[in-house]
């Protein structure tokens, strides 16, 4: 268990619905990244919170968007979904920004969009 | 551009060694990561690197050369549950991680 906890573990919706996945990092981590990896894709890095405010951005679609709350916690907003959202959504946290720093995964969100 | 370079498939028998390649091109240089990933689950942090040299750790080692860009991921006495996928990445100039596209290893009897 990497203390980093994702919810839903699953969510299932059509598309032009709008979802939001939930993050809540380790104990002590400050930075809050996500990740999007399709079915036999390599890790796409989206977007980097550090203590609440946006630190880098990614390969992320305008109709994705995030934030980090006062209790560090994160959420991923999809928004007018489409079938090639369906990917495994994953949320890593790490302590710091800088480097050594080492970030664990939570286990995932697993978005299916019919 | 920023570019990872990692063999795309391996298959390796039980008990044998195998070593995992990943070469990199990036902006700047603040260290290596190797992650494993089981299908379906997530990455899991397996080593480190900063400094030229091996680090060891139990059946996995891990190389790195920053001369040359290089670093291996070395796993010895396979076990079918090594069967995954193994990512590097490299930390860059702005602490960002550039990820390669993994590398599926699969283990046979």
């Known amino acids: 268990d990497s203390g980093v906890t994702q919810t839903p573990k699953h969510l299932i919706t059509a598309t032009g619905q709008r979802v939001t996945l939930r993050c809540s990092p380790r104990?002590?981590?400050?930075?809050v990244y996500w990740y999007q990896q399709s079915l036999d894709q390599g890790l796409q890095f989206l977007i980097q919170y550090y203590n609440g405010e946006e630190r880098a951005k990614g390969n992320i679609l305008e109709r994705f968007s995030a934030q980090q709350f006062p209790d560090l916690h994160s959420e991923l907003n999809l928004s007018s979904l489409e079938l090639g959202d369906s990917a495994l959504y994953f949320c890593?946290?790490?302590?710091?920004?800088?480097?050594?720093?080492?970030?664990?995964f939570g286990a995932g969100t697993r978005l299916s969009v019919l | 551009g920023q570019n990872i370079d990692q063999p795309t498939e391996m298959t390796a028998t039980e008990g044998a060694i195998v070593q995992i390649n990943c070469t990199y091109q990036t902006s700047g240089f603040n260290g290596l990561f190797w992650y494993q990933q089981h299908a379906g689950e997530a990455p899991t942090f397996l080593s480190y690197?900063?400094l030229d040299g091996l680090e060891e750790k139990g059946r996995f080692s891990s190389f790195l050369s920053r001369s040359k860009g290089y670093s291996y991921l070395l796993l010895k006495e396979l076990q079918m549950k090594d069967s995954a996928s193994y990512l590097c990445a490299v930390m860059d100039s702005n602490y960002q991680l550039i990820w390669g596209a993994g590398t599926k290893l699969i283990i046979k009897p």
């Open positions: 690197n900063v």
């Open positions: 104990s002590g981590d400050l930075s």
């Open positions: 890593a946290s790490s302590v710091a920004a800088g480097n050594q720093n080492i970030q664990y």
